[in-house]
Antibody, heavy 117, light 107 residues
Framework: EVQLVESGGGLVQPGRSLRLSCTTS????????VSWVRRPPGKGLEWVGF??????????EYAASVKGRFTISRDDSKSIAYLQMNSLETEDTAVYYC????????WGQGTLVTVSS | DIQMTQSPSSLSASVGDRVTITCRAS??????LGWYQQKPGKAPKRLIY???SLQRGVPSRFSGSGSGTEFTLTISSLQPEDFATYYC?????????FGQGTKLEIK
């Protein structure tokens, strides 16, 4: 069974950093890209970015709203993807989801990030 | 960026009704579109990929159509478990973009 589990969310002050993890199982992690999507409170889904698998260079793409502040990485030996979030803003408050592949076939349950002083 | 205009933003319907949700892309995206269902407190679930292909395990009352700039999601006969919010996602051009969502409520 394909599973993705996000962790690392919590309350953080504006300007600080946080790293989310996406721990996966049930598939060959190295064969797939991993996407990150967020849902701010009371709003719709927002695409954050994704990381390709190594066969496609392991390169990344980002939404303009997070580019330069957020970094997606992966550790294929552990089947985990990461979302490093720096210079956090109150507008980054959201539930963050990871999903398998850039077409987001399977999703995790999400982890809540609250940016507030 | 490609804008995905989804309509309606909300919809009231009854069990057994046929409903259609539309997404219009601001430029052509071939068939690089998926449809997702999200219930409160739950992860989104993909229903349709490549605009018209049914995700494995999804009931056949769900169907998708379209190509280029206009896409539709149709539920042929609403069931109680279908009341949720629906989103389209274009994955043709970076940055990928979602529609604003359609909240489907019980009439």
């Amino acid at each position: 069974e394909v599973q993705l589990v996000e962790s690392g969310g919590g309350l953080v002050q504006p300007g600080r950093s946080l790293r989310l993890s996406c721990t996966t199982s049930g598939f060959t992690f190295g064969d797939f890209a991993v996407s990150w999507v967020r849902r701010p409170p009371g709003k719709g889904l927002e695409w954050v970015g994704f990381i390709r698998n190594k066969a496609y260079g392991g390169t990344t793409e980002y939404a303009a709203s997070v580019k330069g502040r957020f970094t997606i990485s992966r550790d294929d030996s552990k089947s985990i993807a990461y979302l490093q979030m720096n210079s956090l803003e109150t507008e980054d408050t959201a539930v963050y989801y990871c999903a398998r592949d850039q077409r987001a076939e399977y999703w995790g349950q999400g982890t809540l990030v609250t940016v507030s002083s | 960026d490609i804008q995905m205009t989804q309509s309606p933003s909300s919809l009231s319907a009854s069990v057994g009704d046929r409903v259609t949700i539309t997404c219009r892309a601001s430029q052509g995206i071939r068939n690089d579109l998926g449809w997702y269902q999200q219930k409160p407190g739950k992860a989104p679930k993909r229903l349709i990929y490549a605009a018209s292909s049914l995700q494995r395990g999804v009931p056949s009352r769900f169907s998708g159509s379209g190509s280029g700039t206009e896409f539709t999601l149709t539920i042929s006969s609403l069931q109680p478990e279908d009341f949720a919010t629906y989103y389209c996602l274009q994955h043709n051009t970076y940055p990928y973009t979602f529609g604003q969502g359609t909240k489907l409520e019980i009439k």
